[in-house]
């Protein structure tokens, strides 16, 4: 059974950091591209960033380059997200994904929540 589980989110102040990670089990995680999405309060989902199977290469939404970083553990089959100087804006309920243009598995989705 494919899992993917997020942890890491929460409470952050403005200009906070944050890392996210999402552990996978049931799949061979290094055949895969993986990706972030999130979803705002009362918004659609937003592509937020990908990476490819060993890393080499990452992608990201405009207004998260240079603040996010994305970044994975083959050996530990976890992807992780490192958000920084975050905004209010960037409260969401953030998911892993495997794959890019399509997403077959999701994980439930972990709250961030940037509020002073």
């Known amino acids: 059974e494919v899992q993917l589980v997020e942890s890491g989110g929460g409470l952050v102040q403005p200009g906070g950091s944050l890392r996210l990670s999402c552990a996978t089990s049931?799949?061979?995680?290094?055949?895969?591209?993986m990706s972030w999405v999130r979803q705002a309060p009362g918004k659609g989902l937003e592509w937020v960033s990908t990476?490819?199977?060993?890393?080499?290469?990452?992608y990201y939404e405009e207004s998260m380059k240079g603040r996010f970083t994305i970044s994975r553990d083959n050996a530990k089959n976890t992807l992780y997200l490192q958000m920084n100087s975050l905004k209010s804006e960037d409260t969401a309920v953030y998911y892993c994904?495997?794959?890019?243009?399509?997403?077959?598995?999701w994980g439930k989705g972990i709250l961030v929540t940037v509020s002073s």
């Open positions: 990476i490819n199977l060993n890393g080499g290469r990452t």
């Open positions: 049931g799949f061979t995680f290094d055949d895969y591209t």
């Open positions: 994904a495997k794959g890019r243009y399509a997403m077959d598995y």
